[in-house]
């Protein structure tokens, strides 16, 4: 979760009041915070937050905002949304090659202010933690802030080939062209990865052709240095999804304005489709309005409320709010764009409240609770393999699609996905726990071999008849790599396993992507598959970068279970 630091004038400034620290810590509440510290000497305070979903509040700003506007009403005026931004500024032409490398940008101006220390430390902690975190290390979205008296529109996003260009990026005092700023600049070095395997870079450069900046790498040092004392700045997003392109430049923008700058309206020209039109002036209000209906809230929230009580604690937390019958149309604010379900809005409602607010209730009938078959079977499996001397691993379910599908050779097979998810590392459920071993196995080579793990935990598989067509299961892995790794290895441990849970099992030859052909098999128990063994496939060793052999096995729990119990009955 996000950590941030800032200072509390500065905070009491935006807010309009003084605070304690104990009065803050109180208020924090509000954006799902907690202080972490206090420094006196420097006014530092140090802020967790633990909503992931709002990198709205990941600032001074926006925490400054979320809390002005429920003590004390003042949600301000963001002019330059909607019709009223149809003034422009400048425009942004995209090439039509962008399409295929990093298709979308979006900017806007922001003048009439000064800026100061503070204000140039907030700006960067802000432009850091939406883009490392919010936009996955500066893979799906990257921010540029610039000096607007150094650029003349129109601005153009285009690609060029690595050494047809050369400018002085950050940090450096000499001109580099694309490809020795990926090679020997630090920020190249860092997230050249992005662009890998292309042969042509985006450049973003104004009508006179000089470079703003090398996205998503470095801003140029003539034009993209902002400091102290700049009174009228230039802000871009470039990145791979629309949506949070206009997140990021719609959270900056309010967040500058709250500040004292005027913002202009930055129009985008594309000539593809963007989902949103092929000219989007920014900012650009895009969030849709929500359905509540009172029901809904009562069940969630355990009380009995009234319409117009729901309707004040929302737009106390920053809702437009229309009454409609039995239920509401509420459209949260231009920033926010973590509305999936009329849950998320129940969930502002309790924050708007006050936890504090609720009388407790005692259980009216008392339970004793005690674990499920599964996990006692799993604990059995967990035992067994212990003493087989494999070490615990313990993993998300929530991984990638780079690791359980493409680094195993599997290419493109279905997957259970993760809407509007907040990093492409915890995009997709697994679907089976090798991976999550091999991704143990690769962060392990320095360690002595042999190296012998396992893990027994849930994984989601698709299946159309189930809840949001996926089912769960509970599976278990293990994984053996040393020099002399191998199938026979890996088949003793688990025909031990079976012996020990009473099952016979077999072995019937077949083919897996992930595995050598010719020494993998399936694990059948009576007429049921309920697992597979092989050798790992070099592709995969290589997709890893691991240089051991590896062997390994993955059995089905739940139809273990089954066989289990009769077996032992």
Known sequence: MPTISIKKKDLESLIGSSFSPQDIEQHLQLVKGELKGYDLKSDELKVELSDSNRPDLWCCEGIARQIRGKLRGEWGDYPFFGSNNSKKSGQIIVSADMREIR????????????????????????????????????????????????????????????????????GF?????????????????????????????????????????????????????????DSALFVEVT????????????????????????????????????????????????TKPLNLSLRDVERVMGERLSMDAVSGLLGDYGYRVKKQG?????????YRDDMMHPIDVCEDIAISRGYNSFKPVMPSQMTVGGLSDIELFADLIRGHMIGSGFQEII???????????????????????VDNIMSISYSVLRHWIIPSLMRVEAASTESF?????????????????????????????????????????????????????????????????????????????????????????????????????????????????????????
């Open 103 to 170: 298709p979308y940008v979006g900017g806007f101006t922001a003048t009439g202010m000064n800026v100061d220390d503070e204000m140039l430390v907030q700006m960067i902690q802000t432009q850091e933690k939406i883009s490392e975190i919010f936009g996955s290390k500066r893979r799906r979205i990257s921010i540029g802030i610039y000096d607007l008296s150094r650029i003349r529109f129109p601005v153009h996003y285009k690609t060029v080939p690595p050494e047809a260009i050369s400018f002085t990026p950050l």
């Open 173 to 229: 005092e000499e001109k580099m062209n694309l490809r020795e700023i990926i090679k020997d600049h630090p920020k190249g070095q860092v997230y050249g990865e992005i662009l890998k395997g292309m042969e042509r870079y985006p450049i973003l450069v104004d009508s006179r052709g000089d470079v703003l900046s090398f996205p998503p790498i470095i801003n140029s040092r003539e034009v993209g240095e902002v400091q102290a004392g």
């Open 239 to 286: 990145g791979l999804d629309i949506r949070l392109v206009l997140l990021a430049l719609n959270i900056l923008a309010v967040n500058l304005h709250d500040r004292g700058a005027r913002i202009g309206a930055v129009e985008a020209v594309y000539p593809y489709d963007t989902g949103f039109g092929r000219a989007i002036s920014i900012p650009c209000e895009f």
């Open 326 to 334: 039995e239920s509401l149309e509420v459209t949260p604010p231009p």
């Open 395 to 417: 993993s998300n379910i929530l991984t990638s699609k780079e690791d359980i599908l493409y680094k195993m050779g599997l290419g493109e097979e279905k997957a259970i996905e």
């Open 449 to 569: 071999y042999p190296h012998k793990t396992f893990e027994t935990g849930e994984v989601a598989v698709y299946d159309e008849a189930g809840n949001l067509s996926s089912r769960t299961l509970m599976k278990c892995a293990a994984l053996i790599s040393h020099p002399a790794a191998n199938f026979s290895e890996a088949h003793a441990i688990l025909e031990a396993l079976m012996y020990y849970l009473q099952i016979e099992c077999r072995l019937v030859p077949g083919d897996h992507r992930s595995l050598i052909d010719g020494r993998m098999g399936w694990v059948y128990a009576g007429d049921e598959v309920v697992g597979l063994i092989g050798e790992m496939h070099p592709r995969v060793l290589t997709g890893w970068d691991i240089h051991m052999p590896c062997s390994a096995f993955e059995i089905e729990l739940d139809k273990l279970l089954r066989i289990y119990k009769v077996a032992t009955s």
